[in-house]
């Protein structure tokens, strides 16, 4: 079991690097293993997040030599998302993008919802990815009618492309997107990186929605964004409220520079492409140095030995990328007509969920309903990936003369 406090990594005053170790040679869309593409997505979000919530952090705390500490980290793993991100090409479309980050979504809170051990978060993963495989199927469409061009050079069939819980349907009352957070005392360690990892990577799509929705002429393509960068922001309600509030910011420092470990340290085992695997190296002996701070900050301001936070046992078992499509299928079948109501689930329509439709909508067919009707004119059919046979509802199975990938 590897465990990232017994390691002390790269001393952090040889973490900064030179413009010509940043200077990294992209990805080749056209050969680019797309799980490849995955993990580089999901560590820019990891990242992200990491930057994001020191500066939070910086905000509030009174102490010099602490924010010091937290600038000079936070320095470093802005490289470190900069080498990230600067991996993706820029030859790529936004909606080819676009396709990669549902993909991660996809795939990525499948893999979290199998191995996560407290059911009532299961259960939010469950029910959130429905979302998510819904939206890589919308894209998938739009993708075709813009570009011309078809879902399956991006996902490559590892990830199926049909309806999921219908997008239009995912609109509800800002009040019934918190959830009941864990708690942090008694909650298995596993479930604290598990939260984190999908909250940042619902966040980086939040945020990536947000900024380049606009930059499309068409004007189904600005409003297919709009209308799912209102959901991610809803997702990132959804998954933060897990969180438990009572965290001192010095546990939160420590987890997330403990879940870079562990997610870093799952994408090296896991790497195809040698030189990715080899960044994925240096990036884990940089933050197992960054841990080492964390932890000593944890020490002396919070009183507590960091595996009285992430346990003591070692990381968990890697984080895969891999097809879920049976598992998905599974929750297809039995999950397609959940609701939220306070901080459960239900299966009815219930007064706020529809309050909140009303408004939304006013009778009037959303971007996500509107797409697949326009290719439909455009193609004479829908665009789909259906591996495995048709859809598990029976109302939602393509229609006769339909292509099926």
Partial sequence: MFNPLDHKGIPLQDQIRSWRELNVEPVDPEAVDPYTRCRII?????????IMFSHQFARVCPDPQVKQLLAYSRYVE?????????????????????????????????????????????????????EDFDHLYRY????????????????????????????????????????????????????????LTILSA????????????????????????????????????????????????????????????????????????PRIKAIWELHLQMELAQLQQAADLLRQYDGREPEQIVGAAGVPEPLLFEPNKEFLRGLLATQMDLTKLGEGYVREAHERFEWMQQQLHDGAKPPSEEVIDRHREKFGDEYRIETEGPHPVEALRAQPGDRRA
């Fill in 42 to 50: 999901t560590m820019n979000g990891i990242e992200a997040e990491a």
């Fill in 78 to 130: 802005s490289q470190q998302q900069r080498t990230i991100n600067w991996l993706l090409p820029g030859l790529a479309s936004v909606l080819e993008t676009t396709l990669g980050y549902e993909q991660v979504a996809v795939d990525l809170t499948a893999w979290v919802a199998r191995h996560e051990p407290d059911p009532y978060l299961r259960q939010a993963y469950e029910f959130g990815v429905l």
């Fill in 140 to 195: 998938a469409n739009l993708y075709e009618m813009v570009e011309r061009r078809k879902a399956e050079k991006i996902v490559d069939g590892l990830t199926e492309v049909m309806p999921g819980r219908p997008t239009v349907l995912e609109h509800r009352h800002p009040f019934d997107e918190v959830r009941a957070p864990y708690d942090k005392d008694l909650v298995d360690p596993r479930s604290k990186l598990h939260a």
């Fill in 202 to 273: 619902e966040q980086q799509v939040m945020i990536y929605y947000m900024n380049v929705g606009p930059q499309h002429m068409e004007p189904i393509a600005r409003q297919l964004y709009q209308e799912i960068s209102l959901i991610e922001q809803e997702h990132v309600t959804h998954y933060e409220s897990l969180v438990d509030p009572g965290e001192t910011m010095w546990e939160r420092l420590l987890t997330h520079e403990y879940n870079e470990c562990w997610l870093y340290y799952s994408f090296m085992e896991q790497e195809s492409d």
